[in-house]
């Protein structure tokens, strides 16, 4: 499985950005996809999952209120739509797909992009 994020990019405080990630290869066994984050010297910090079967999400408490998740199955893809992005929002922003049930860790995806670069300045 191939995960490809866009949409990165550096934004002024305030300002809205969406993050679109598209899986390719052995597919037919992902159950759902997720974003996380990770700033320098920080640990992989959960952003929030889409679960295809229903279509059910949930995110992170960290960012509940202004980042929404989307996908579609049968595009294979997920979205993150980022929302009055903050400086404390700068990180490298990963896609994640995975087989089994969702959850807040790494350890719940089992195939990564490479990340998007997303910078907030003030």
């Known amino acids: 499985v191939q995960l490809v994020e866009s949409g990165g990019g550096l934004v002024r405080a305030g300002v809205s950005l969406r993050l679109s990630c598209a899986a390719s290869?052995?597919?037919?066994?992902?159950?759902?996809m997720g974003w996380f984050r990770q700033a320098p010297g920080k640990e992989r910090e959960f952003i929030g999952d889409f679960n295809w079967s229903d279509r059910n999400t949930f995110v992170g408490d960290s960012v509940k209120g202004r980042f929404t998740i989307s996908g579609d199955k049968s595009q294979k893809t997920v979205s993150l739509q980022m929302n009055s992005l903050n400086i404390e929002d700068t990180a490298r922003y990963f896609c994640?797909?995975?087989?089994?049930?969702?959850?807040?860790?790494?350890?719940?995806?089992?195939?990564w992009g490479h990340g998007t670069q997303v910078t907030v300045s003030s």
């Open positions: 290869g052995r597919t037919f066994d992902l159950n759902g």
């Open positions: 994640a797909a995975r087989i089994g049930r969702p959850g807040p860790h790494p350890s719940y995806y089992d195939y």
